[in-house]
């Protein structure tokens, strides 16, 4: 038996959920990865997964034992990847998870160009707006949109995501634009759960204040909330990298640009201290300079319109 690839093979059954998707994934006959578990479990006298017809779990040992495999199979892709010579050298898995639609609109067609760049790496998106455990889920990355983060966790700061609130013309005509942000809780407000049911942060005189909604529609994606806004079902809080092209298109108006929603960050989350290989160090090298400090979608032509509320001055000193 080969310890290392019996050990990378049981990490893949857990993570692939199956000895069939781990056996895919590894290109070898579902057989092989059967027989590197069964003789890594023969070695260590314990069980490492419990198996049903309908699924596998980790046994206790099992759970300590992947923990180790992780972190030792990290240390051997650390000492292979110091005789790598450059990027064009990439090779292997990347496990990641991305905001259902940032993913779907921003992320998707960069992991595209960078999967065409580097044909040795494999890249397994996780798109779902659920804060995973990446040590626990097995991943090498999360992309977040948040704010402020704590010291301990191990973060890079892509880029910057501003919000606008937003509402059809149509809607407009029927109950007239909110005049300041107390007005809002009079309105329809179509609103993203579960982080914004019943209030939104607004910037006010320099601080954050979370103004009260309310309203009949709620959902737990954007995209959801973006479509019944334009429908003229009511007013909905967006990030600009959803709204820009309905905006752009005259389908929605911005409202309240004088107290515009909290800015947040986009952010590039690592797996605490674990190793971070080189190919996940240059997926976010990749990802920071394509989206920008200043990302395209809050283009400088309409923030000089007052489109987007605190986007970037075309006709600032650069």
Not at 150 to 173: F, K, M
Request: overall charge neutral; some cysteine.
């Amino acid at each position: 038996m080969d310890r290392l690839e019996a050990m990378n093979a049981f990490v893949r059954v857990v993570h692939a959920g199956s000895f069939a998707a781990a056996a895919a994934q590894l290109d070898v006959a579902r057989s092989a990865i059967t027989r590197q578990v069964a003789a890594l479990e023969a070695h260590l006298g314990v069980k490492l997964l419990a198996r049903s017809t309908r699924r596998l779990s980790l046994t206790a040992a099992g759970a300590t034992y992947l923990e180790q495999c992780r972190e030792i199979l990290d240390r051997v892709e650390a000492a292979e990847s110091g005789l790598v010579e450059g990027p064009a050298d990439l090779r292997g898995p990347i496990r990641l998870s991305v905001p259902l639609s940032f993913g779907i609109r921003h992320v998707m067609p960069l992991v595209a160009d960078f999967a065409t760049a580097h044909p040795h790496v494999s890249v397994e998106v996780d798109l779902s707006d659920r804060r995973l455990d990446l040590v626990e889920e097995g991943l090498d990355l999360a992309i977040r949109i948040t704010g402020p983060m704590g010291d301990s966790v191990v973060a890079r700061r892509l880029s910057v995501c501003r919000s606008v609130i937003v509402a059809s013309p149509d809607y407009l005509a029927r109950r007239g634009e909110p005049a300041t942000p107390d007005a809002l809780v009079d309105h329809e407000c179509l609103c993203y759960t579960p982080g914004l049911r019943s209030s939104w942060p607004l910037t006010i005189d320099g601080e954050t204040v979370w103004v009260p909604v309310r309203g009949r529609i709620q959902a737990n994606n954007g995209d959801a909330l973006l479509d019944a806004a334009i429908r003229g079902l009511g007013i909905t809080y967006q990030p600009t990298f959803i709204a820009a092209p309905a905006i752009e298109a005259g389908l929605l108006k911005v409202l309240l640009p004088a107290t515009p929603p909290a800015t947040l960050g986009i952010h590039a989350i690592f797996p605490g201290t674990r190793y971070v290989p080189s190919r996940v160090r240059v997926l976010v090298d990749f990802l920071a300079a394509r989206i920008g400090p200043e990302p395209w979608w809050d283009r400088p032509a309409a923030a000089s319109a007052g489109t987007f509320p605190g986007a970037p001055d075309p006709n600032a000193a650069r």
